[in-house]
């Protein structure tokens, strides 16, 4: 059985790894010179940069992957826990950590907001409550939408439906909980963990915040791309065939069925099996040639600042967060009217601040990520306005006593995000889960047009965010290979 995997993201990668292991010849085909796709890496002035992600929730997916893979995530990577997992500041001068422990974040709220911290206590034990519900049913199975309420393993969540709050905005929740504005703009922030807005993506959210209170926020030593040199390691291991600097043009199909791929060399590969890791509407429009609908509701993209900064003490952490001082008018603009947000809210990772490999003794690594409008294309006009822009989030940074000396800088905008990993319109998540319906919208792992194509990676069911996509690696191989890789969850 002759499998071909388009992309080397993390979603590639685990399909990959996991069809080899268990009897396919697996040849996976990536476009860039290296793996990890959105999970990426760069070296600026002497300082190493993750370009992707920065922090990882829920580590036992990544230990059920690599346990299905032969290995374990122990003997992989080094996992450190963030405390605090993150600082957040306002601009009237307030600030709060929040601690790793879940244990210990009622209490630290109430250092900011003494009346929400027995809320933040109730919130913490409904979120469990959803996650318990939910996550079988909406994470870690292949998900067959509407149909999953009928089957009787799941009898026990149509009396939840109520409590798990589909129909109410993550954001009417929040307020509807906390009195401090500022706890509810800290809570509202998760949405845009996949790229959503909190006044439209659904309470049943907070399942977000949960799994990185109740899992923690961990970093890898090394930095995170260590995840896709792990991912990478397996794949190899497995016997995957990589071939780098191999862009596909086009899946072949006929009726039903896919029978390969070819490359920009004008090579045709022939394959049994075909699994996309590309954005699944990139793949319909792009690689198969059909006149398939863009996603309504693509998630945000970002506005990234990778700048070596002289090293100097301003308080800051591991993760930080700048917010905005009106968060519903920065969504609107963001994703009502698709224009960047004249005040932004502003995230900033030094990696280095934890893992001194990642720059040298005077120096740190800053990674500036703003949410902006998914607008971004191949001939786009981001180029014009970019370091207007990041002048500007320079400026709002000033605003909060934070002027780092720059040594060196580069930007990425949205443009940037379709050039390099062929993001739909740059979208960092794929689709968004701006309405209570995006969760049965997401396109499954197995294509209904063809029977032998499937889909992986952030813009297929479960959705983005590391451990997301290598859950979906998993379904699409559990599927394909009809046996079932469990993840303990
Ligand atoms: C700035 C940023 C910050 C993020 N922060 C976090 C975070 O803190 N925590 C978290 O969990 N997640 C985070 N994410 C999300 C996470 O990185 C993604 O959800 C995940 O890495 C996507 O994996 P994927 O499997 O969808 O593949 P992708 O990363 O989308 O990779 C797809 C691969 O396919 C390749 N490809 C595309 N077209 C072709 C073609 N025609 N031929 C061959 N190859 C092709 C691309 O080059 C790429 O390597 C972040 C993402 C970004 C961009």
Not at 461 to 478: E, I, K, R
Request: proline share 6%.
């Amino acid at each position: 059985m002759h499998t071909v995997v388009v992309g080397a993201g993390i979603g590639g990668l685990v399909t990959a790894t996991l069809l080899a292991r268990y009897g396919h010849n697996v040849t996976l085909l990536e476009q860039a010179s290296e793996a990890g796709g959105k999970m990426g890496r760069a070296t600026i002035d002497g300082c190493t940069f993750d370009t992707g992600p920065s922090l990882i929730t829920m580590p036992f997916v990544l230990d059920a992957f690599f346990r299905h893979a032969g290995t374990t995530l122990q003997e992989q990577l080094q996992l450190i826990p963030i405390d605090p997992g993150c600082h957040y500041r306002w601009s009237d001068g307030s600030r709060l950590d929040i601690p790793f422990s879940a244990e210990a974040i009622p209490e630290a709220v109430g250092g900011l907001s003494p009346s929400d911290s027995a809320a933040m206590r109730r919130y913490l034990d409904h979120a469990a409550t959803v996650y318990r519900a939910t996550g079988n049913v909406f994470i870690f199975s292949a998900f067959e939408g509407f149909k999953e309420f009928i089957k009787p393993r799941n009898a026990s969540l149509l009396p939840m439906l109520p409590r798990l709050r589909f129909t109410q905005s993550m954001h009417a929740m929040h307020a509807s909980m906390f009195q401090d504005r500022r706890i509810v703009q800290l809570m509202d922030r998760f949405a845009t963990y996949n790229g959503s807005t909190p006044y439209r993506a659904p309470a049943t959210l907070a399942v977000i915040p949960h799994v990185e209170f109740q899992y923690g926020a961990w970093y890898p030593r090394g930095g995170v791309y260590a995840i896709a040199q792990g991912c990478e390691r397996q794949a190899l291991a497995n016997g995957v065939t990589i071939r780098y600097d191999t862009a596909v043009t086009r899946i072949v199909h006929d009726g039903r069925r896919v029978s390969g791929v070819v490359t920009a060399d004008g090579e045709l590969i022939s394959a049994d099996v075909v699994v996309s890791n590309v954005d699944v509407h990139v793949t319909q429009s792009m690689l198969l040639g059909q006149s398939a609908r863009p996603p309504r509701d693509p998630s945000m993209s970002g506005f990234i600042m990778l700048m070596s900064v002289a090293k100097q003490e301003l308080g800051l952490q591991h993760h930080n967060v700048l917010f905005s001082d009106d968060y519903q008018r920065e969504f609107h603009d963001i994703v009502e009217r698709h224009t960047p947000a004249s005040d932004m809210t502003i995230y900033l990772s030094r990696s280095a601040h934890t893992d001194p490999t990642q720059a040298p003794p005077d120096r740190e690594n800053w990674f500036v990520l703003v949410n902006a409008p998914a607008t971004g294309r191949r001939d786009g006009s981001w180029h014009t306005m970019r370091d207007a822009y990041a002048e500007r989030i320079l400026g709002r940074m000033r605003h909060f006593g934070i002027d780092p000396v720059i040594r060196a800088m580069e930007i990425r905008t949205p443009d940037d995000m379709v050039r390099m990993w062929n993001a739909d319109r740059g979208s960092l998540y794929g689709a968004s889960s701006n309405s209570m319906f995006s969760a049965f919208l997401r396109p499954r792992q197995r294509s209904k047009q063809f029977t032998n194509l499937w889909y992986v990676g952030g813009s297929a069911h479960p959705g983005g965010g590391v451990p997301l996509v290598a859950t979906s690696g998993m379904l699409a191989a559990s599927g394909i290979l009809g046996r079932p890789f469990s993840i303990p969850s």
